[in-house]
T-cell receptor
Framework: GQQVMQIPQYQHVQEGEDFTTYCNSS?????IQWYKQRPGGHPVFLIQLVKSGEVKKQKRLTFQFGEAKKNSSLHITATQTTDVGTYFC??????????FGKGTRLSVIA | KAGVTQTPRYLIKTRGQQVTLSCSPISGHRSVSWYQQTPGQGLQFLFE???????NKGNFPGRFSGRQFSNSRSEMNVSTLELGDSALYLC??????????????FGEGSWLTVV
């Protein structure tokens, strides 16, 4: 079945450094979604990418969807302590349910 | 409008017992999905219900079951609990079904500890 791999599993950065997490699917996706889960909280929807090569920005966050619609990335510029949490990508293929990557846990050292 | 509501938030059960978790989706949402989250396995899909019908099912044993009512509220049940069932159980609702590009909105989850 469809698998979504996400790397790295953990990332520790100094406040102000950049951060990137990568997501790869074993199959072509119809769309990819990104979620953030704060420690002790629940996943919260960030964004959805649908088009091949799509790039979307939310303030310091930049999301990309690969040309082949099999990979995606989330880049955070100049991390802040409020960025701490686990970032999940979730891929959708046709009418199948979302498949989540295992997430990247981001720690930001002030 | 109110978000996804899950009850109970925390519970402790003994091995062999059964448990029922409840989820009220966002008003107007017809799809409810359930996920199990553990530190080692991440978010694992259990099942999805849409208009009272199970649309998709994940790779979990038959001890895990669910249902959806006419008002879109959903319950999931785990019978004959095992220690490995200790996890955060998340409910997520969406306007349409999963896979159709709909955003899913998670509840705060039910923390289940099996002792």
């Amino acid at each position: 079945g469809q698998q979504v791999m996400q790397i790295p599993q953990y990332q520790h950065v100094q406040e102000g450094e950049d951060f990137t997490t990568y997501c790869n699917s074993s199959t072509t996706l119809s769309n990819i979604q990104w979620y953030k889960q704060r420690p002790g909280g629940h996943p919260v929807f960030l964004i959805q990418l649908v088009k091949s090569g799509e790039v979307k920005k939310q303030k310091r966050l930049t999301f990309q969807f690969g040309e082949a619609k099999k990979n995606s990335s989330l880049h955070i510029t100049a991390t802040q302590t409020t960025d701490v949490g686990t970032y999940f990508c979730a891929g959708a293929g046709g009418n199948t349910p979302l498949v989540f990557g295992k997430g990247t846990r981001l720690s930001v050292i002030a | 409008k109110a978000g996804v509501t899950q009850t109970p938030r925390y519970l402790i059960k003994t091995r062999g017992q059964q448990v029922t978790l409840s989820c009220s989706p966002i008003s107007g949402h017809r799809s409810v999905s359930w996920y199990q989250q553990t530190p080692g396995q991440g978010l694992q899909f259990l099942f999805e219900y849409f208009s009272e019908t199970q649309r998709n099912k994940g790779n979990f044993p038959g001890r895990f079951s669910g249902r959806q009512f006419s008002n879109s509220r959903s319950e999931m049940n785990v019978s004959t609990l095992e220690l490995g069932d200790s996890a955060l159980y998340l409910c997520a609702s969406s306007l349409g079904g999963q896979g159709s590009g709909n955003t899913i909105y998670f509840g705060e989850g039910s923390w289940l500890t099996v002792v």
